[in-house]
């Protein structure tokens, strides 16, 4: 199913954080399912190409993705937010998202997805869980 313009964006500001705009962001906007979103690295971000690299997604296979210069933004402002938070704590050490080796949890994504979906109105059959 194809959300409209206006569902998108419904579906977007529903997000509870910068994060989860950047994860949902992903998804939509890259065409990627959830465990790709999940096992996404910045590694696999090529800034330079404007490409995602998807590693081991659907079937075991390596794929490339197009990456818009608005995601590829998202995906700065969330890296940069997450350098902000390591710069403030006192011990210098990464946040627990920034320790964790995936982007966001599935649990994450399947809570993110139903709670977006109940705050933004949208018809159960547009934004299935993942």
């Known amino acids: 199913m194809v959300l409209s313009p206006e569902e998108v964006a419904r579906l977007l500001d529903a ?12 998804a939509y906007g890259a065409g990627l399912r959830a465990n790709e979103v999940i096992s996404l ?6 800034s330079s190409r404007m490409i995602i690299r998807v590693e081991q997604g659907k079937g ?3 794929r490339n993705v197009v990456l818009s210069p608005v995601l590829l933004d998202l995906l700065r402002a969330w890296c940069a937010q997450i350098s902000a938070r390591r710069r403030k704590s006192s011990d210098n050490s990464w946040s627990s998202t ?5 982007f966001v949890s599935r649990f994450a994504v399947v809570r993110l997805v139903a709670s977006a979906r109940s705050k933004s109105d949208s018809s159960p059959a547009a934004l299935k869980s993942p």
């Open 41 to 46: 690295k910045v590694a696999d971000i090529d």
């Open 98 to 102: 920034a320790n964790r080796r995936s």
């Open 15 to 26: 997000a509870p954080g910068l994060k989860y705009k950047a994860a949902l962001s992903v």
């Open 60 to 62: 075991g296979k390596d």
